[in-house]
C-alpha cells in the first residue's frame, strides 16, 4: 500500500466515523460523491485493501509476449551488447523486425543483467545560450579525433559543421587534421549549402595565430591570418572564437553521439578504409541525423548567401604566399625556381609581389595584380665537374738535396751574420 493510499484511508475511516461528510471526503481527495461511496462499500466488504486499485500487481494485457523478450535478448546479446537501448531498439526495427519501445528493452536488459544502471552525475551548469534564428546565420565548425574504425582502418578525423539554427549536420572523414583537409571540407560545405554569415570555431591554430600582446596599447600591430582566417575573408564569412568547449555545446554534442552511433555503424557496414567510412558517412549516418536530431528554425529565412563569379573557389580555398619578382623574372618558392612566360611579362612587374597559390589538386598558379601569368619551373644548373686529378708522382724526399746540411737552429743569429757581411774582409784590409 502506497502512502497516497493510507492517507485516502484515513479520511474514510473520518467519514465512517462520522467526522467528516463525503462531500468535505471527496474535496480532500478530489473525488466525487459518489466514487467516494463506492470507496467505503469497497472498504466495508474487503477492508483496507478496498482502497487499492484492483489492477495493481497483475500482468498488464498488453504485455509484450515472452518470445519477443527473449528473441530481443538474444540479438542483443549477440550483436548489440555495447548498445544503448535508443540505438538497440531502432536496429531491432530495422533489421529484425523485433518492435519494442526503448524503456521497456532497458528494463528487460537491466533485469537481465546486460546493463548496468548509472547514477547520474551532477555537472556544471553553464549559461544556456539560445539558437540562432535563422539557418546559416552561424555555423559550428570543429574536428573530432577518435578511433572511429576501432583498429580495422587506419586513423581517421571527422572534421563536422553544423548549423546553430537548426543542427543540420556536414561532415566528412579526413587522414589529418590540417589546413589542407580543413579547407577540402570548408569547399564542399559552400558548394552545398552556400556561405553562411559566421563561422564558430575553437581557438586552434588553424584558425588563429597566437601574437605577442602589444607593448603599448597605440602601437600599431599587423594582422596576421592564418590560411583559412584568409580564406574567409575572402568569401566575406566572418569568424568567431569560442572561448571554452561548452561555449560550442551543439558540436560537442554532435561528435558524442557520433562516437556512439557512427562507430557502431561503422562496425557493422565492416567499414575499413577512409573510402568505405565516408560512403557510410555521406549515406547513411548524416541522412538519419538531418531526419532525426534536427530542429525547425525560428525564421525558415535561410542566411546562406550563394557563391558568385568573383568568389574562385580554386584560388580562394589554396595556400597562398607572397614572392617578389627577380630581375630576371624569377620567382623562388619552395626551393624551387620558376620562371615567367615571356608573353605575360608587363610594366612593374620586375620588383613587385606576386601572388602565389598552391592549390588543392597540386598546381600552382601565379597572379600579378589582376591577371595570372603563367610560369615554368627553371632546370637546376649541372654542377661543375671537379679538377682533374694530377697523373705527376710526387718527387720522394731523397731527391731533394738543396736543404741537405742545412740546420736552424744551429746556425748563427741574425745579427752575427749580418755583422761578418758589413765588416771589411781581413784580405781587403
Known amino acids: 500500500m502506497s502512502t497516497k493510499d493510507r492517507d485516502r484511508l484515513k479520511v474514510l475511516h473520518e467519514v ?3 467526522h467528516l461528510t463525503q462531500r468535505e471526503a471527496g474535496e480532500q481527495l478530489g473525488f466525487t460523491d459518489r466514487w467516494v461511496r463506492q470507496l467505503l462499500g469497497r472498504v466495508k466488504k474487503e477492508g483496507d485493501r478496498g482502497v487499492v486499485h484492483g489492477l495493481r500487481g497483475r500482468v498488464s494485457n498488453r504485455r509484450l509476449p515472452e518470445k519477443v523478450r527473449r528473441k530481443a535478448l ?51 551548469v553553464h549559461v544556456w545560450r539560445p539558437r540562432r534564428s535563422c539557418p546559416g546565420e552561424l555555423v559550428q565548425w570543429d574536428t573530432s579525433e577518435h ?13 563536422a559543421m553544423i548549423d546553430d539554427a537548426t543542427s543540420q549536420a556536414y561532415a566528412r572523414f579526413v587522414r589529418q587534421d590540417s589546413t589542407e583537409e580543413n579547407l577540402r571540407v570548408l569547399g564542399g560545405y559552400l558548394k552545398r549549402r552556400g556561405r553562411p554569415v559566421e563561422f564558430y570555431t575553437d581557438k586552434s591554430s588553424l584558425f588563429t595565430l597566437n601574437a605577442p600582446v602589444p607593448e603599448a596599447a597605440d602601437e600599431a600591430v599587423e594582422e596576421e591570418l592564418t590560411q583559412i582566417g584568409r580564406a574567409l575573408r575572402e568569401l566575406g564569412i566572418g569568424w568567431i572564437a569560442a572561448h571554452s568547449p561548452q561555449a560550442k555545446g551543439r558540436i560537442e554534442r554532435f561528435f558524442g553521439t557520433a562516437q556512439d552511433r557512427l562507430v557502431k555503424g561503422l562496425r557493422l557496414a565492416k567499414a575499413a578504409s577512409l573510402e568505405e567510412a565516408n560512403t557510410y558517412l555521406e549515406g547513411e549516418y548524416l541522412p538519419l541525423w538531418n531526419r532525426s536530431f534536427t530542429a525547425v528554425a525560428a525564421n525558415p529565412t535561410d542566411a546562406h548567401r550563394r557563391l558568385s563569379r568573383e568568389h574562385d573557389l580554386a584560388a580562394i580555398l589554396s595556400h597562398v604566399e607572397e614572392r617578389v619578382v627577380t630581375p630576371d623574372y624569377t620567382i623562388r618558392y619552395r626551393g624551387k625556381i620558376d620562371q615567367i612566360g615571356r608573353r605575360d611579362i608587363r610594366a612593374g612587374l620586375r620588383g613587385g609581389r606576386v601572388r602565389v597559390e598552391r592549390r588543392l589538386d597540386g598546381s600552382l598558379a601565379v597572379k600579378f595584380r ?3 601569368v603563367s610560369t615554368a619551373e627553371c632546370q637546376p644548373r649541372p654542377k661543375a665537374p671537379p679538377p682533374p686529378v694530377s697523373s705527376k708522382k710526387p718527387r720522394s724526399k731523397a731527391a731533394r738535396t738543396w736543404m741537405k746540411g742545412f740546420n736552424l737552429q744551429k746556425s748563427p743569429p741574425l745579427w752575427a751574420i749580418l755583422k761578418a757581411e758589413t765588416s771589411p774582409h781581413p784580405d781587403t784590409g
Not at 518492435?99 to 544502471?117: D, F, N, P, Y
Not at 580495422?152 to 571527422?158: D, I, N, Q, S, T
Request: some cysteine; proline content about 3%; charged content about 35%.
Open 74 to 124: 538474444k540479438v542483443v546479446e549477440a550483436q548489440y551488447r555495447d548498445f544503448g537501448p535508443t540505438l538497440a531498439c531502432e536496429y531491432l526495427v530495422k533489421d529484425h523486425q523485433v518492435k519494442v519501445s526503448r524503456e521497456t528493452l532497458r528494463q528487460w536488459l537491466i533485469a537481465a543483467g546486460l546493463r548496468r544502471v548509472k547514477r547520474r552525475k551532477v555537472e556544471e
Open 147 to 159: 578511433d572511429w574504425l576501432e583498429g580495422r582502418g587506419p586513423k581517421l578525423y571527422l572534421v
Open 370 to 372: 589582376e591577371h595570372y
Open 16 to 18: 465512517r466515523q462520522g
